[in-house]
């Protein structure tokens, strides 16, 4: 007989935080045109699109690889939504 896979709980916080790393000229184009999903990298873990975490020494590892390939400056975006935001669609 199969197992019963637990049901975790209903989000209880009103917000949550993310981060998101990446380098200077991407935060600079964010900042004037907004977040473009089309212009990640397509062969990604979850696909192609605009990834954050809730921890951020993880965002900041990712910004400082990002850095050392590209010769650039890295940035850490940090952003708190109600978390009401997350699932409208």
């Known amino acids: 007989m199969p197992r019963a896979v ?7 916080n ?4 993310l981060f998101h790393g990446t380098l200077d000229t991407h935060a600079n184009a964010i900042l004037s045109k907004g977040v473009n999903t089309a212009l990640g990298r397509r062969h990604t873990d979850f696909g192609q699109g605009f990834y954050t975490t809730t921890v951020e020494q993880q965002a900041r590892s990712w910004a400082w690889q990002l850095s050392l390939k590209h010769t650039e400056m890295p940035r850490l975006w940090f952003v708190s939504m109600w978390i009401g935001m997350i699932w409208r669609s």
């Open 6 to 12: 637990p049901v975790p709980p209903n989000w209880m």
């Open 14 to 17: 009103q917000s949550i935080a």
